[in-house]
C-alpha cells in the first residue's frame, strides 16, 4: 500500500512537472519567430539556432545522463529528481518576465546550459522509480500509465495555452513548475531502491555490471565511466538492440519536433492557437492509448510486439504529416499517435528487464544517453534540410521533406525492433534478489 502511494505521488509530480514544461511549446515557436524575424512566417535564422540548441543540450546530456542515472542508484532517486526540477524555473521566469529580443536570447543561453544537464533526467529518474518499485512482469504497464499521465499534462497544458496570452503563458508555466518542486519535496516518498547483489534462488534479471568483467581501479569509484555503458551494451544482445531502437527512433522524433511547427508556420500558416490544437490532439490520443489500451493490449501481445506496433505507427504518422495536402492533414496524422506512443513505454520496459534491481538507473540513464547522442545527430542532419526545403532554394519543391527523411529513421527502429525477442523463461539458479512487491 506504500508503495501504491508513492506511485501516486509520482505520477502527480510528474504530471505537474510535464504541464508546466508542456504548456509553453506551443507558444516557444511565436516567441522565437517574433524575437528573431518579426512578421514573417519562414525564419532560417530560428530554425539553425533550435538546431544547434539541440545538438548542444545532446551533447551535454550524452555525458551527464548516464553519471546522474549511477548516482540516483548511489543517493537516491529523490534527491536527483530535485535537481533539474529545481534548475527547470530559471528559463520559465526569464520569458514570464518579457521575451523581447535580447531576453529571449537570454532564454536561449538559460535554457541550453541547463538542459544540457537536465534534459530528460526527470522522466528516466521517475521510470527507474518506478523499477524500484514494481515487478517485472507490471512494469511495462506502469511505464505506460505513467506516459499516459504525461499525455494527459500535455492535453490540460496546451488547452490551457489555448486561452492564454503568451505572456500568461509563461507566468503560468513558472508558477507550476515551482508547485510541482515543492509538492515532490513534500509528498514523494524515496525510492525503495534494492542493494542486493546476484544470488542463486531468486526470480531476477542478473546484474549485468556484476556479470562483466571487474576493473582493476576507478578513480571515482561512484561515479560511471564510458566501461559500465560498454558493459552493458556488451552483456544483452536485447539490451544492445534496444539502444539501437532508441537512437533511431529518437532521432526520427526530434527531427520531426524540430521541423513540424516551422513546416506547418510556412505551409499553412499555423499559429499559437493551431498549434495546441493539434497538439490537444495528439496529447489526447496519447492518454488513451497508454492510460487504457496499453494496459490491456500488453499482457495479450507482449512488449516486443507492442513496440514494433507502436513504432510502425510512428513511421506512418511522420510520413503522412510530410505529404500533407490540406491544414487538416496534420491533425488527422496527430490522431495515429493512438498507437505511435506504445513504442517509448515498451521500449523502457525492456530495457529494465535486462539489469538487476540495483542498476535501474545506469540502465535508463544508459538509454536516455544514447537518446541524447541522437539530439546531436539529429538536428545536425535535419535542420539545414528543413531550412533548405522550406526556401526558395530547394532543389525541388517537397516542403516536408525533412520530416519524411524523419520517418524513415523511425522505420529503421520498426526493422530493428522486429529482431527483439522475448526472453525465455527466467533460469531458478541466475537471477537478482528484488525486494519490489506487487501494487495489489
Known amino acids: 500500500m506504500e508503495k501504491g502511494f508513492g506511485l501516486s505521488h509520482l505520477f502527480m509530480t510528474v504530471f505537474l512537472y510535464c504541464f508546466a514544461n508542456f504548456m509553453v511549446v506551443p507558444a516557444i515557436t511565436d516567441v522565437t519567430m517574433t524575437a528573431l524575424c518579426p512578421g514573417k512566417d519562414e525564419c532560417s535564422l530560428a530554425i539553425y539556432l533550435t538546431g544547434a540548441q539541440q545538438a548542444i543540450i545532446g551533447l551535454g546530456s550524452l555525458v551527464v545522463m548516464p553519471l546522474v542515472g549511477n548516482l540516483s542508484d548511489t543517493y537516491g532517486r529523490k534527491v536527483m529528481l530535485t535537481v533539474p526540477m529545481t534548475l527547470s524555473i530559471f528559463p520559465l521566469v526569464i520569458l514570464a518576465y518579457r521575451r523581447t529580443k ?14 544540457m544537464a537536465s534534459e530528460g533526467s526527470v522522466q528516466f529518474l521517475a521510470l527507474a522509480y518506478v523499477a524500484d518499485n514494481v515487478p517485472e512482469g507490471k512494469r511495462a504497464a506502469v511505464f505506460g500509465i505513467m506516459s499516459g499521465f504525461s499525455s494527459s499534462s500535455f492535453v490540460f497544458g496546451n488547452f490551457s495555452t489555448r486561452f492564454l496570452s503568451t505572456s500568461a503563458t509563461f507566468q503560468v508555466a513558472a508558477a507550476m513548475s515551482v508547485i510541482a518542486l515543492f509538492y515532490m519535496r513534500v509528498f514523494l516518498p524515496e525510492s525503495m531502491m534494492s542493494n542486493t547483489n546476484c544470488t542463486k534462488s531468486t526470480e531476477e534479471t542478473v546484474c549485468l555490471l556484476e556479470k562483466a568483467p571487474s576493473k582493476k581501479w576507478n578513480l571515482f569509484v561512484s561515479l560511471p565511466s564510458m566501461d559500465d555503458t560498454i558493459c552493458l551494451l556488451k552483456t544483452s544482445p536485447t539490451f544492445s538492440k534496444a539502444a539501437v531502437v532508441a537512437f533511431f527512433i529518437n532521432v526520427g522524433d526530434v527531427g520531426l519536433h524540430a521541423s513540424l511547427m516551422y513546416y506547418l508556420k510556412a505551409q499553412f500558416h499555423f499559429n499559437k492557437n493551431q498549434f495546441a490544437d493539434l497538439m490537444i490532439i495528439a496529447g489526447m490520443a496519447g492518454s488513451i492509448s497508454q492510460l487504457i489500451l496499453m494496459p490491456i493490449l500488453t499482457p495479450l501481445m507482449g512488449e516486443e510486439k507492442m513496440l514494433s506496433l507502436g513504432l510502425f505507427f510512428s513511421c506512418a504518422h511522420m510520413i503522412l504529416y510530410s505529404v500533407a495536402w490540406a ?5 488527422a496524422a496527430a490522431m495515429i499517435s493512438v498507437l505511435a506512443t506504445f513504442a517509448i513505454p515498451c ?4 530495457a529494465s528487464k535486462q539489469t538487476g534491481p540495483s542498476e535501474q538507473g545506469k540502465a535508463q540513464g544508459c538509454i536516455t544517453g544514447i537518446c541524447s547522442f541522437s539530439n546531436i545527430v539529429s538536428p545536425l542532419a535535419f535542420s539545414p534540410l528543413t531550412a533548405l526545403f522550406l526556401s526558395d532554394n530547394a532543389p525541388f519543391y517537397y516542403p516536408g521533406f525533412s520530416i519524411m527523411c524523419s520517418g524513415l529513421a523511425a522505420m529503421i527502429a520498426f526493422v530493428q525492433s522486429v529482431m527483439i525477442r522475448p526472453p525465455p523463461p527466467p ?14
Open 327 to 331: 491544414p487538416w492533414v496534420p491533425y
Open 347 to 350: 521500449l523502457r520496459s525492456i
Open 102 to 115: 535580447y531576453y529571449f536570447y537570454a532564454y536561449y543561453v538559460f535554457k541550453t546550459l541547463i538542459s
Open 427 to 440: 533460469a531458478k539458479d541466475s537471477s537478482c534478489s528484488s525486494t519490489a512487491e506487487p501494487l495489489v
